[in-house]
């Protein structure tokens, strides 16, 4: 990569380059003449504008798939070549992925992986983000890592999925490159929010259920994480039977009702040692088996009553699921519909918050990671940073 000089670094910070390159990440499909009509701009600003991102390094332009209309077509804008990257590390409960992702969102490389739950996970991980790190040099500008567990800092505080306890993630940073660390439900969510089934909405509460029930409350495509960043760890709410003790050390989590452990105990089975894989059979044995279908709808329907507390508590546009949730969703629709509605206040049941199914799939994670690394690289500070070279 061709260093940057200082006179670059003037023109990122002149008026309306951010902008610009804000709205080319959240709608990478955008032309310039999209961007233009978004932000209120001539045509010849815009065009102004993208020059100077293009020379430094940080958008392309490519005709459009085919042109239509009179005139000529206006060009797309997408991530440079050369541009700016993040690395995203995805920590389920038996699978790793490390990535690597451009502005807009796509993943370029992907590497995955299962795993038995050792702390010493970390140290595989920090080899690969190493690797990347080695192999891209200073184009990667942050690393994002998300978790299924509550976390503080850097820090899983607690994963009970993994049975983890205060495990320090900060071996994963190469030197000189910021790390961030964020519950993975919580990232799904942010993802969602912004890019997904809640896009349209100010306010989206995300719910998801793996092992245990987790999401984010997303305000104007910010996610309210807390003081610490451990917010949304809603499945530790007590939304569930008062006598069952949670691996968190709290009584009658949520979590305990909706997942695996839940639909075993309504089939008088022990618990599971993997609830995910659990719940995946239970659900799909519920085409044919009565006693599984109960099992599932009286998950469904502790789903749905949590559900419907939540939107009481804060009041969303949307609600947006993924995850098991989908499935339980589409196994058992009128066992959730009713949790859900029986849980509502009365006043809000003519027109409750809508309940919507999340497009993104298995890369909800990852694209959640990298929009939250991209935050803090698509500032005038990140701007300048990258400019230096």
């Not at 200073?138 to 495990?167: E, F, H, K, M, P």
């Not at 058992?332 to 999340?358: C, F, I, K, N």
């Not at 990671?369 to 990258?386: M, N, S, V």
């Amino acid at each position: 990569m061709q260093p940057k000089t200082a006179h670059s670094a003037r023109a990122l910070r002149s008026q309306g380059a951010l902008a610009v390159l804000r709205h080319v990440h959240a709608h990478p499909s955008a032309t310039r003449a999209d961007v233009a009509r978004a932000l209120g701009l001539s045509s010849g600003s815009a065009a102004e504008i993208t020059a100077r991102l293009k020379a430094a390094r940080l958008v392309r332009e490519t005709p459009p798939p085919r042109a239509s209309g009179r005139g000529r077509p206006s060009p797309v804008l997408g991530a440079h070549p050369e541009g700016p990257l993040v690395c995203v590390v995805a920590i389920s409960h038996e699978e790793w992925r490390v990535a690597c992702v451009e502005l807009g969102g796509r993943v370029i490389t992907e590497d995955s992986g299962r795993h038995a739950g050792s702390p010493g996970l970390v140290g595989t991980l920090a080899a690969r983000v190493a690797a990347l790190h080695a192999h891209y040099g200073g184009r990667v500008r942050a690393v994002s890592a998300g978790a299924a567990g509550t976390v503080s800092g850097t820090t899983i505080i607690q994963a009970s999925g993994l049975g983890w306890r205060d495990v320090a993630l900060g071996p994963l940073r190469p030197p000189g490159v910021p790390l961030l660390v964020g519950n993975d439900a919580s990232l799904v969510g942010l993802a969602d929010a912004r890019r997904g089934a809640g896009a349209a909405a100010r306010v989206v509460l995300h719910l998801t259920v793996e092992v245990g029930v987790g999401g984010i409350l997303v305000v104007e495509g910010r996610p309210v994480d807390g003081a610490t960043g451990a917010g949304g760890e809603f499945g530790h709410m007590p939304f569930g039977d008062p006598a069952l003790e949670c691996p968190c050390g709290a009584r009658g989590c949520w979590d305990l009702a909706v997942d695996g452990r839940a639909m075993a105990r309504a089939l008088d089975r022990p618990p599971p040692a993997d609830p995910r894989t659990a719940a995946g059979e239970i659900i799909a044995a519920a085409a044919s088996d009565p006693a599984a279908l109960d099992a599932v709808a009286g998950a469904a329907r502790a789903l749905g009553r949590g559900m419907g507390a939540l939107v009481n508590a804060l009041d969303p546009d949307v609600v947006t699921l993924s995850g098991l949730a989908l499935d339980l969703d589409a196994r058992t629709p009128a066992a959730l519909r009713d949790g859900y509605t029986s849980a509502l206040m009365r006043y809000r049941r003519a027109a409750p918050p809508p309940v919507l199914r999340s497009p993104l799939g298995p890369q909800g994670p990852l694209i959640g990671a990298a929009d939250a690394a991209f935050d803090i690289l698509l500032t005038e500070e990140g701007l300048e940073t990258w400019s230096r070279g």
